[in-house]
Every structure is written in C-alpha cells, then in structure tokens.
C-alpha cells in the first residue's frame, strides 16, 4: 500500500542524526528520499557500535533511503545535483548558516530556479540571532535550553537527559514544518524556506517551566523525579524493582490511599488537593515510600490497575524492545541488509489507517545508489 507521501522526492544532505531523523520520518511515510552523502559518507557512519563493519545507529535512523554520494566542490557533482533539484519537492539540509549559499545552493538561487521546491534547515541556533555562526550539538543545546538545569537530583549537578532530544525534537519539528510547506504549496503552488534549531527544540520542551517562570517571575529549580504541578507523579521502589504511577486526580489518591493502607493520607490538611500535595510532596512521598517497599512490583501494579489508577513498571531496553504490547504495537521491525543481515530498528510511530507508514529499505551503503539514480536523472533529460 503507498504511503501518504509517496508522490514526494526529497533530497537529503544531512548529516548525523536531526537532519537524518527528519528525512527517515517522511521516508517512513512513503517519501522518496535520496541521502546525498560527501565521498566521506555522513559522520553518523563512524558511530559505535558496528554490525559487520555497519553503524547500527546509522542504520537506525537512514533507512528508507538510497544514498548517492557527490562531491559538492566539483562542478560535476554541483550539475548533478541541480539536475535532482529540478525534479525534487523538498531538499533538507543541516550545515552551519551560510554553507549551503556558499555552496551556489542558496535559498535565493533556489527559489528563483524552482519556485515550487521547499528547503528545510536545522542548525544550532537558528539562521538568525546572536549566536547564529555558532556550531551547536544536542549537549550544548541542552545546556543552554534550560533542559539540563532542571534535569537530576535537586541537590546534585545538572544532567544531560540520555538521549539526543535536542536532535530528535529538531526533527520531528521540522518535519511538521515541511508538512504545512507542503499543505501551503497545495493552495498557492508556492514552496517557502522551513527552519528551525536545536536550541528553539529544546527550548520549546520547557512547558511546565516556561510557564513556572512566566507566572511567579522566579527560576524553576531542581526537583529530582517530582512533577512541578502534580502529586504524587513518580516512581517508587517496590520490595523488588520500581514501578511509576500518577495519582494526583482525587479519585486517584483516594484509591492510592486505601490500597497503600493509609486512608488517614486523604484526610490530611496537607494532602487535600493536588495543590497541596505539591507542596507537600516531598514529605507525601516519604510516606508512601515506606508503604510501597513492602510489596512487589507486581503486587502495587495489579492494585493500581484494579483502581483504573495509570501505573506501570521502570523497564530497561532490553524489556521494552522485547514487551508484547511495544511488539504487538510494531515498534520494532526487521529489515535485512546485505552486509549485516537482518537487523531491528524502531517502527513507525505513527499509525495512519489507510496510508499507513512502513519499514521498507535498510540503510543503504555509502553510495548504493548513485549510479541507478543518475542514471535515472540522465535517462530522464534525454
């Protein structure tokens, strides 16, 4: 079955993961995608750990793609690639502000050569701005965003959240600001320059923040696990292993408190309401955290169901890429590729009812495709 955009030709000449991220998604959704990589491949190539002499993150986030490798400083390889301008919808990119028009691919030269085509950025810090030549990567990105200020325990030092969510926000952004280029386009026939940074992504995260700050004027701080406006909202170690519930609807902690045998918690001034109990929340989930060591995880989780009250167990990845529910919800899908065989990777986490996305190429190899798709474009001119 085509997927949704499978009449859509994009170019990608990102590299490492937000660019690439982007590009996967709509390849995931039936776009075609040609990864134009430098002889050099894309620097993700070179990241541990390795299938075969394989990156398996770069496989993870370059599938559905074919991969044609030019070499931008040879008038050649430049002609070869405004030949795919011409017939493309989209073309992503991710340099430092200012490389892509040094190029000779500017957005002016762009626009004025093929009004319809759509341009997409990611950078660190925007294409504008005081700190617009400046390279960024997801760490600095988290740091200056605010994330890590308020990441980790509330006496330790700041904490990088593990994964890249500056890149991967930045991509999943971007993506959507194609989509309403695309849906623009519809009605005016005209494509228009996409942009956005790592820094704004992740900036964008901060709505619990942004909004503490905005209302009282004073820095949101550290808090460890506890959640700024509700409680009791965290995980707890049970008598073998941890589990995570929400429980700051009334209802809610009424039933925790009955099923933790400490209906006077409900009754306490200090507890009467989620504003209260977020207040109090440290002393609250003392309390609670005397009661539910007693028991197994098991246990708290089957009472929890029971009250409707959302709850679920502290997994590590090799449980959640193994879990029937992530499976049965095909979150992880195999493709075979010819120099590691068959390998897993995510799924598509959008589920469309009649387009449905789908896995349907592994990674390709450093230029896999870069003769059948110029010769393709040079078939098409003659």
């Known amino acids: ?17 937000s660019g690439p991220y982007c590009a996967m998604l709509l390849a995931d959704h039936g776009a075609e995608v040609l990864k134009i990589e430098p002889p050099t491949g894309d620097s ?19 599938r559905n793609k074919r991969s044609v490798v030019l070499d931008l400083k040879q008038a050649a390889d430049k002609d070869a690639l405004w030949g795919l301008i011409d017939r493309a919808d989209i073309l992503i990119e991710n340099y430092r502000p200012g490389v892509l028009a040094r190029l000779g691919f500017g957005w002016d030269v762009l626009h004025a050569r093929k009004p319809r085509l759509i341009l997409a950025s ?92 905005f209302a009282t004027g004073t820095r949101p701080e550290r808090i460890g696990q506890a959640h700024r406006g509700s409680s009791p909202y965290q995980c707890f170690e049970t008598a073998d292993g941890y589990i995570a519930f929400g429980a700051s609807q009334q209802h809610f902690f009424r039933s925790l408190c009955d099923i933790v045998g400490r209906p006077d918690l409900f009754t306490d001034p200090r507890f009467s309401s989620n504003a209260e109990r977020v ?21 708290w989780l089957g009472e929890l169901e029971k009250a409707g009250i959302p709850a679920g167990p502290v997994l590590n990845y090799d449980e959640v890429l193994t879990d029937p529910h992530i499976l049965a919800r095909d979150m992880v899908v195999r493709t075979d590729h010819p120099v590691t065989g068959p390998f897993h990777t995510l799924g598509v986490t959008v589920k469309l009812s009649d387009t449905p996305g789908s896995v349907r190429l592994p990674a390709p190899r450093l230029g896999e495709h870069t003769a059948e798709v110029l010769g393709q474009r040079k078939a098409a001119a003659e």
Request: charged content about 15%; glycine content about 10%; hydrophobic content about 40%.
């Open 1 to 17: 079955m085509p997927g949704a955009l499978d009449h859509l030709l994009v170019l990608d000449l990102t590299s490492h993961l």
């Open 44 to 62: 993700a190539r070179n990241m541990p750990p390795f299938i075969n002499g394989e990156s398996a993150p770069f496989m993870t986030w370059n």
């Open 122 to 213: 990611i950078s660190g810090f925007g294409q504008t701005g005081p700190y617009a030549n400046r390279g960024g990567f997801d760490l600095i990105t988290q740091a200056m965003s605010g994330l890590m200020s308020t990441n980790g325990p509330a006496d330790g030092p700041p904490h990088r959240l593990p994964i890249a969510i500056s890149d991967v926000a930045a991509g999943m952004f971007l993506a959507f600001g194609v989509m309403a280029a695309v849906e623009s386009r519809h009605r005016t026939g005209i494509g228009q320059y996409v942009e956005t940074s790592l820094l704004e992504a992740a900036t964008s995260l901060a709505v619990y923040e942004s909004a503490h700050y």
């Open 279 to 299: 207040k109090h929340n440290t002393v609250l989930v003392e309390m609670l955290a005397g009661e539910m060591r007693g028991k197994s995880s098991a246990h």
